[in-house]
């Protein structure tokens, strides 16, 4: 069954770093792609970022270029979104999410209905 398990979520301050994990449970991530997005309380689900499957292209939402990078470590079967300058307006429940197919590409803009299976989500804030 596959199944992401997100992990890393936390309080940060403006201009903090954090840094996400996405681990696969009962599959092998390099044979999807993958993708993170975040839901603010009140406002619809954004894509921020997504990997493919084992050529690695990336893609990243508007907002979070330049400061945001996804990666994979298939060794550990674990998807990063590492976040940096992070600001108020990045707060958010942070979510996982696998393609249904395997060796599929990411593509542009990042939408959650190509995706199939989901993280339950970790809570990230950013304030002072």
Same mark, same amino acid.
């Given at each position: 069954?596959?199944?992401?398990?997100?992990?890393?979520?936390?309080?940060?301050?403006?201009?903090?770093?954090?840094?996400?994990?996405?681990?696969?449970?009962? @599959?092998?991530?390099?044979?999807?792609?993958?993708?993170? @997005?975040?839901?603010?309380?009140?406002?619809?689900?954004?894509?921020? +970022?997504?990997?493919?499957?084992?050529?690695?292209?990336?893609?990243?939402?508007?907002?979070?270029?330049?400061? @945001?990078?996804?990666?994979?470590?298939?060794?550990?079967?674990?998807?990063?979104?590492?976040?940096?300058?992070?600001?108020?307006?990045?707060?958010? /429940?942070?979510?996982?999410? /696998?393609?249904?197919?395997?060796?599929?590409?990411?593509?542009?803009?990042?939408?959650?209905?190509?995706?199939?299976?989901?993280?339950?989500?970790?809570?990230?804030?950013?304030? +002072?």
């Amino acid at each position: 069954q596959v199944q992401p398990v997100e992990s890393g979520g936390g309080l940060v301050q403006p201009g903090g770093s954090l840094r996400l994990s996405c681990a696969g449970s009962g @599959f092998t991530l390099n044979d999807y792609a993958i993708a993170w @997005f975040r839901q603010a309380p009140g406002k619809e689900r954004e894509g921020v +970022s997504c990997i493919s499957s084992r050529y690695s292209s990336t893609y990243y939402g508007d907002s979070v270029k330049g400061r @945001f990078t996804i990666s994979r470590d298939n060794a550990k079967n674990t998807v990063y979104l590492q976040m940096n300058s992070l600001k108020p307006e990045d707060t958010a /429940v942070y979510y996982c999410a /696998v393609t249904g197919n395997m060796y599929r590409l990411c593509v542009s803009p990042i939408l959650s209905y190509d995706y199939e299976y989901w993280g339950q989500g970790t809570q990230v804030t950013v304030s +002072s």
